[in-house]
């Protein structure tokens, strides 16, 4: 128990801001349970429902999107759309694999990594926008659940490509974590939004599953760069599955 509620704290100084503190020993817990990513995303969600309901209270919808985003990237960092930027820069660059994985891994910001990640602020904003003010606050909560899940099923089956923390968490997340988390998330997310609630986690995962896909087509492997592009991709997926359903099949609420 107390190896796991290490896990769990590291988790919140891998997966956020929030001044937990973060060491290789916690990271090493982290990798052995990886499972608990879904709690960390439940507290984030929690915390990201909440300041979509008090903004609400005050702010038209519009406004209500901008702050739900700056929210989102204060609590969770920018470490993941980082990666979605130099995953973007890998799969735009023309040429071999090598060129690719080379232009992946090139610290300046490219065009495919400026597009990819506009595609992505605007589709938060949309779909932010447009949920009803009574199924936000749920559908942030499961989005980041369902979100933090996809990082597990892209690392789960993924084959890694280079060194670094996203090799670490590539080669020790195997189907049993998969699993443990998907059944967490599950939970959580039916919990939450009921039928809808798994239904969002259901098409993150899909989007997981396709990441890996172009990952592989891509660079022949994943890195970190993936792991984070697809908490970003997911999100998003989770977020329009909700605004979708939700607003056509009232029953799954």
């Not at 998969?178 to 009921?194: D, E, Q």
């Not at 087509?217 to 970190?224: L, P, V």
């Amino acid at each position: 128990m107390k190896g796991l509620l290490f896990a769990l704290k590291s988790g919140f100084g891998w997966l956020s801001t929030i001044p937990v503190g973060i060491s290789m020993e916690g990271i090493d817990a982290l990798m052995r349970h990886v499972y608990v990513f879904p709690l960390v995303g439940l507290a984030l969600g929690a915390i990201l429902g909440a300041v979509a309901y008090i903004a609400g209270q005050a702010l038209p919808t519009h406004l209500v999107a901008i702050v739900v985003i700056v929210a989102i990237y204060k609590l969770c960092g920018i470490n993941h759309i980082d990666g979605l930027a130099d995953f973007g820069d890998g799969v735009i660059a023309h040429g071999s694999r090598e060129k690719k994985v080379q232009a992946m891994k090139d610290v300046s910001l490219g065009t495919g990594g400026g597009v990819f990640i506009a595609i992505i602020l605007l589709a938060v904003f949309a779909t932010v926008s447009d949920l009803p003010q009574k199924l936000l606050p749920m559908a942030l909560l499961v989005a980041e659940v369902s979100a933090k899940e996809a990082m597990i099923c892209f690392a789960a089956f993924s084959t890694s490509l280079q060194k670094g923390f996203g090799q670490i968490m590539i080669e020790r997340t195997g189907s049993r974590q998969f699993l443990m988390g998907l059944a967490i998330s599950a939970i959580l997310c039916a919990a939450a939004l009921g039928p809808l609630g798994l239904a969002a986690l259901v098409a993150a995962q899909a989007a997981a599953q396709y990441m890996v896909l172009v990952a592989k087509r891509n660079f022949g492997g994943a890195t970190g760069d993936g792991i984070g592009a697809t908490n970003e991709v997911a999100r998003v997926v989770a977020l329009a599955t909700a605004l979708t359903l939700g607003g056509v099949l009232p029953w799954m609420l």
